[in-house]
């Protein structure tokens, strides 16, 4: 693969394969926050300001600016002429911004650095700090300018069972369908809505045109502090340094591979080989593809017929190799050498070479990414292939031996403060088995057969999680053998675990010893020669897990394909004719593939390394082992926050919005958390609106999530709680969940009781970026003169099945209802009827001094149209009020309202983890 020339035009980057004299690919110039533009055709009119070569180009990568990533360093991992097989791994990576200055800063810097003028380690003096003065930067909008804000709450009715009176889906109304109305227009009716809100709602429409014409002003969100992005350059450096990438020009590294005659000659060649266009590289779906989404961008753009040149795609694991010869095994059998002169003194080459690849699915670090998600992915999924390549006088023999390890397939958590925390399974036992089975499911699709060998203790902390899988294992009817690795080898008597070869398989059909499922899987082999092909597949592969799927997995699975490895051997005839040699290369071998793997998981080598290498345990490895743990537990605790940002932003999974939260809150957040508080909130307001509206007849025009104060009357220095907000055809409802206070209270106003509507920015507090982002914070004030609102207070005995996340009707007849905790959304129990003497009912509340407020603020993960919808649609609705847009409170006064100690507090943890 040739290297890529990159050089500097008046218009942009362009670039184009060394000694390539046809068009090339220009990168255009970018001002702020614009999008990436790419010439593919261009043909320069000058000659440019410099030029480099790279390695290959990795991906673009977006920090309010753009950045193009090269391989600026990179050596040879494995070299096969003869099987014209090239793998090479990265040592380091050059960040070039796409803004002209800073780009010529940075290349003219890394110039220096190849001519050896500069220290290529100084991090710090890179460019990160991009000036776009000179590149008409948009200006900076105040906080408190009107029309910033606005973004869709929460769940829509129709996304929940209720009672058919409410359902949107049987009224066939949908909130994309209201049109928003312009300055002066008169608004036309809604067909499916004319006998319903039309003499109400339409008569009095209004403008809404402040939310449409300010619309433009919420591209001017958060913007990545230039410490920050220091910060994620000197992460990102780092980590492609030590993160185990590699990259070929002739093979595609992503799949298992395979070896044919070449064209010419009589030399073989490895397959399947490296994409030959743009077109392949965008199909390429696979979930080893690491760089897949830094090059989504540039492949979206590019002619599906352009030649793969500039682009390669990149695997994180580990690639390694070692030769050595082989010679025949017996006089009398047919061996590789049959044929030769002299054939039982003869030695042929061999290579072996070890490939293991990470998936990107569930990608992360060890405490921030563990077990399954919803889609039924692992964590730290790796899959190793053991490749044999024998250069035989007149044949090729190639064999390939895959084996996988990943996370338990459950949904469990570890605490990172802790030096050897527990195991927590999490979610319901139905979940869990649901997300097995599509686990297994998928191994089952693509591997064929599998059995799983779990290594975690039958003891202790790790006994409950251990027992789970076993148990759901059971009830799937998958394969499953438990190896207590830690009681069989204590004693650092780890020779024993020889004793894994009888172990029994539960589950199996044919009953059968992990000694026999080796021998029924098989591997894969091919014998090539001059007319003759010959080939055979692995049947099925063993799936090896710990809790993190390092230490204990890694001597297990070199012990296996050890194993694997003589029975091939065995098969052609031939033995290793140095084996003191070959066992020294072959454990150190296994001992750097655990390393690397370790090291992009948990940040430190592997444990119980010195085994691995030298199949002995000596006293100076425990004492190494004991250090690399509490390295394990600084990573855990400290660092690895931000570095799983970091290759959750890398992989396309979150944008620059996660920068913002971390800032905020200097914690990542796990999807499956996402995910469970979204099923919780769902049944939480399925339960609360069959409850409230069991014999109404209103239609429910609308639900929401929110946040609000417990107690009407109340803006500032608010202690904001968990609500829903209800839009009726009549009524708003405002259904506040108060854990501390063990009730839930209910606002109902009747919609011509609302005299004003205003809505604008409402901040709480101004010690975080989160918290003075005006995207944010953004809240709506309901002003009113009559209302009603009950206090509903919870039963002492609980009815709610939290393992299973259902509600079940007390024999009773208490109505199901539910309370809302702060912190994870969990449901507490139920409540009495409304006409339980628990109950407490206020009746009707009237003002007649100064109208009585509500206040909501929206939740911030919403979106623009979604509050711009749901202000709208309020407005409608409540046709006798007038809709104001002016801030609720400002940043001003929510940085007075703001307590000292908790900025100091917000400061000081900054300091630790950030």
């Known amino acids: 693969m040739p290297p ?27 001002r702020a926050r614009s999008t990436l533009e790419i010439d593919w055709c261009y043909t320069p009119r000058s000659s440019p300001a410099i030029s480099l070569e790279f390695g290959c180009l990795v991906g673009y990568v977006d920090l309010t600016i753009g950045h193009l990533v090269f391989v600026s360093e990179y050596d040879d991992a494995v070299s096969l002429p003869r099987f014209h097989f090239k793998c090479n791994r990265v040592r380091d990576v050059v960040m070039v911004p796409l803004v002209k200055s800073s780009c010529l800063e940075t290349l003219q810097r890394y110039a220096k650095i190849g001519a050896g003028t500069e220290d290529c380690d100084e991090e710090t003096n890179e460019t990160d700090n991009v000036s776009l003065k000179d590149e008409n930067q948009e200006p900076e909008v105040a906080h408190n300018q009107p029309g910033m804000i606005f973004t869709p709450t929460g769940i829509l009715a129709d996304s929940f069972k209720s009672k058919p009176q409410l359902s949107l889906n049987s009224q066939r109304i949908l909130l994309e369908e209201f049109e928003y109305i312009d300055t002066g227009a008169v608004a036309k009716p809604n067909p499916m809505l004319d006998n319903l809100i039309y003499n109400k709602t339409f008569e009095h429409a209004r403008s809404v045109k402040n939310l449409q014409r300010n619309a433009g002003d919420f591209k001017h969100g958060y913007r990545i502090p230039p410490a920050l992005i220091r910060k994620f350059k000197r992460h990102f450096r780092r980590f ?25 000659g009589t030399s073989y060649m490895v397959v399947p080989s490296c994409h030959e266009s743009m077109k392949d590289l965008k199909e390429d779906s696979g979930a080893f593809f690491w760089n897949r989404s830094m090059l989504a961008p540039i492949l979206e753009s590019c002619p599906d017929t352009y030649p793969h040149v500039l682009c390669t795609l990149l695997i994180q694991g580990f690639v390694g190799t070692f030769d050595c010869t082989l010679k025949k095994s017996s006089p009398r059998r047919s061996s590789l050498l049959a044929g030769k002169r002299n054939e039982d003194s003869q030695t042929i080459p061999a290579y072996i070479v070890l490939v293991s690849r990470r998936s990107t699915d569930r990608a992360g670090v060890r405490y921030m990414r563990r077990g399954v998600d919803d889609a039924g992915k692992v964590a730290n999924f790796v899959e190793t292939d053991q490749c044999i390549f024998v250069d035989g006088p007149q044949e090729t023999f190639y064999g390939r ?25 999490q979610r319901s036992r139905d979940q869990n088995r649901d997300k097995l089975q599509m686990h297994f499911n998928h191994l089952l699709g693509h591997y064929g057969d599998f059995s799983c060998i779990s290594l975690i203790e039958k003891g202790n902390r790790e006994l409950g999680l251990g027992k789970t899988f076993q148990d759901l294992a059971a009830e799937t009817d998958f394969p ?72 204990r997995t890694n001597i297990v699975s070199k012990f296996l394909c050890q194993k694997v490895l003589g029975h091939q051997l065995e098969s052609w005839g031939v033995v290793i004719r140095n084996n003191k040699d070959f066992q020294s290369a072959y454990s150190n071998l296994w001992a750097n593939n655990g390393d690397a793997i370790s090291t992009q998981y948990a940040s430190t080598n592997a444990l119980k390394g010195d085994f691995t290498r030298a199949q002995k345990r000596h006293y100076t490895g425990v004492l190494n082992d004991a250090i690399l743990t509490l390295s394990r537990y600084y990573y855990g605790y400290f660092s690895d926050f931000f570095r799983q940002i970091m290759i959750d932003f890398l992989l396309g999974g979150v944008g620059e919005e996660v920068f913002e939260q971390y800032e905020s809150s200097l914690n990542n957040l796990d999807p499956n958390s996402a995910h469970e508080t979204m099923i919780t909130q769902k049944v939480i307001m399925d339960n609360t609106v069959s409850f409230l509206f069991r014999d109404s007849t209103e239609m429910l025009i609308g639900s929401w999530w929110v946040d609000s104060p417990f107690k009407v009357n109340t803006l500032r220095k608010a202690e904001m709680v968990g609500s829903m907000l209800l839009l009726t055809d009549r009524y708003v409802y405002l259904v506040v969940f108060a854990e501390a206070d063990s009730v839930l209270r209910v606002y109902k106003i009747a919609t011509e009781f609302v005299e004003k509507i205003q809505y604008g920015h409402y901040f709480l507090s101004s010690h975080t970026p989160l918290a003075k982002n005006p995207q944010k914070n953004v809240g709506i004030q309901l002003s009113f003169r009559k209302h009603e609102y009950r206090t509903l207070k919870l039963a002492k005995d ?14 009773d007849g208490a109505v199901l209802a539910t309370s809302l905790s702060a912190e994870d959304f969990s449901i507490l129990g139920i409540f009495q009827s409304q006409d339980s003497a628990d109950s407490q009912v206020c009746g009707l509340h009237e003002s007649r001094d100064q109208p009585s407020t509500l206040a909501i603020r929206f939740q911030q993960h919403t979106t623009h149209t979604e509050v711009r919808r749901t202000v709208s649609l309020l407005s409608r609705m409540c046709y006798g009020s007038s809709l104001v847009q002016s801030d609720l409170v400002t940043l001003e006064e929510a940085k007075s309202d703001t307590p000292f100690w908790k900025v100091l507090d917000h400061q000081l943890k900054k300091f630790i983890w950030a």
């Not at 000694?515 to 029924?520: E, P, V």
Request: proline residues 5%.
């Open 401 to 425: 031996y895959t084996i996988i390890r990943g996370s338990i397939p459950l949904f469990f958590k570890q605490d990172p403060s802790k030096l050897q925390p527990a195991p927590i399974v």
């Open 798 to 811: 609980v009815h709610f099945d939290r393992e299973n996340l259902r509600m079940r009707q007390r024999a």
């Open 4 to 30: 890529v020339c990159v050089e500097v035009y008046e218009e942009g980057l362009a670039l184009a394969p060394s000694g390539n004299e046809g068009p090339k690919a220009l990168f255009k110039f970018q």
């Open 480 to 551: 499953l053998a438990w190896f207590d690795f830690h009681e069989v080898c204590k004693g650092m008597h780890f020779e024993n675990v020889e004793l894994l070869m009888k172990e029994e398989v539960e589950n199996s059909y044919p009953p059968g010893s992990v000694s026999m499922k080796l021998d029924q899987y098989g591997w894969y082999a091919m014998r090539l020669g001059r007319n003759l092909k010959e080939e055979s597949h692995q049947k099925g592969v063993m799936r090896v897990n710990c809790i993190d799927c390092l230490d």
């Open 240 to 264: 492609f340094r030590n993160g185990g990438f590699y990259f070929s020009g002739d093979v595609n590294l992503t799949q298992n591979f395979s070896v044919v005659a070449a064209a010419k």
